[in-house]
């Protein structure tokens, strides 16, 4: 009896899932023609000198818009005090009217500009009045690019950034997130139980792969700067007790580089069914958390070198090691010293 209930549970799912199908089918088929193009036109105007312009151009240049869109990209150096917006109106009016509807009341027509201030650490999206997504979209927009830029990448941040304003601006409906999660609400009630696994399997599979990717970026720059690391570790003095604090982190680097490889090694192996599971989220966690920590570190290598020996870009680095610091201190409403 127990195997009879079981074959007939089955039969059911099986049925309610070509119905969800079929429903899903219509709605698809009663929507428009989704488009994909790339830029129309792209202009980057790197006031700030932050940008990797042979890694931003290409890259931006191939990410696909709903619509024909042109993509601006403007840095320049501010403060914390700034007001991004009235910067970035003031530039455009200034160096670039045509960013300007006729009227000069509005955001001209096509156009999406991702504006990004590195020293006072704003970020902002401005779009066409055809262009516009809701606010929760353009908070969605700037998460995209935070952490990354939070981390000073400052190239990465702009390019995902971009990429998610892309995936939002002029968004079909049956591509939204409320479309998405309607179909998926039905595919839980439809086949109960294995709905709801199946969904736990689809976030766990790209939690992992979002993990894997956080690893991938963190492990090969410090493997591109592996032998610049170790330059830079010989040169820090001992004398100095910070040097020596430094030094002592330093000499297990490349045995939790190893570690990382070895993590690394594994991740790559699995296969995309694997990735589903909770163990392989919590393995590519862990080498994302040690890459990320391996990076970290060879910052502060960096940095010490160039603070202890006085080196030509110690302001930068000295900068770069207070910037949590006065991150935190903003974030906490006191003004950071100058």
């Not at 991740?267 to 862990?286: C, F, I, Q, Y």
């Amino acid at each position: 009896m127990a195997n009879e209930d079981r074959l007939a549970s089955r039969l059911m799912l099986k049925k309610f899932g070509l119905l969800l199908l079929l429903v899903v089918a219509m709605l698809l088929g009663s929507g428009p023609a989704a488009f994909a193009v790339t830029p129309v036109d792209v202009v980057v105007e790197d006031r700030a000198g932050v940008l990797d312009l042979n890694t931003l151009v290409p890259a931006i240049n191939s990410i696909e818009f709903h619509s024909p869109t042109k993509l601006v990209v403007y840095t320049y150096n501010g403060s914390m005090a700034d007001n991004l917006n009235e910067e970035v109106l003031r530039f455009a009016r200034t160096e670039h009217p045509d960013w300007i509807s006729p009227d000069e009341q509005k955001w001209a027509d096509g156009l999406f500009i991702f504006a990004l201030d590195p020293v006072g650490r704003h970020v902002g999206t401005y779009m066409g009045e055809d262009r516009k997504v809701s606010l929760e979209q353009r908070d969605d927009i700037q998460s995209a690019a935070k952490d990354l830029l939070r981390d000073a990448q400052w190239t990465d941040g702009t390019i995902a950034g971009v990429r998610r304003g892309a995936e939002l601006i002029n968004q079909p409906w049956y591509q939204s997130a409320a479309f998405v999660i309607t179909a998926w609400v039905i595919g839980a009630a439809a086949a109960l139980g294995a709905g709801a696994w199946l969904t736990v399997r689809a976030v766990t599979r790209a939690g992992s792969r979002k993990e894997l990717e956080r690893g991938d970026r963190s492990y090969a720059s410090v493997s591109m700067d592996l032998d610049v690391t170790e330059l830079n570790a010989s040169t820090i003095p001992e004398s100095s007790r910070y040097g020596s604090s430094v030094l002592e982190k330093h000499r297990n680097f490349r045995t939790r580089y190893g570690a990382a490889t070895e993590l690394s090694n594994r991740v790559h192996a699995l296969t995309p069914k694997a990735l589903a599971r909770r163990s392989s989220l919590r393995l590519a966690r862990e080498y994302a958390d040690a890459a990320a920590e391996l990076d970290a570190l060879d910052d502060v290598i960096a940095d010490s070198n160039a603070l202890l020996n006085r080196a030509s870009t110690w302001p930068t680095a000295w900068d770069r090691q207070l910037a949590p610091f006065r991150s935190d201190l903003a974030g906490n409403g006191v003004e950071p010293p100058s």
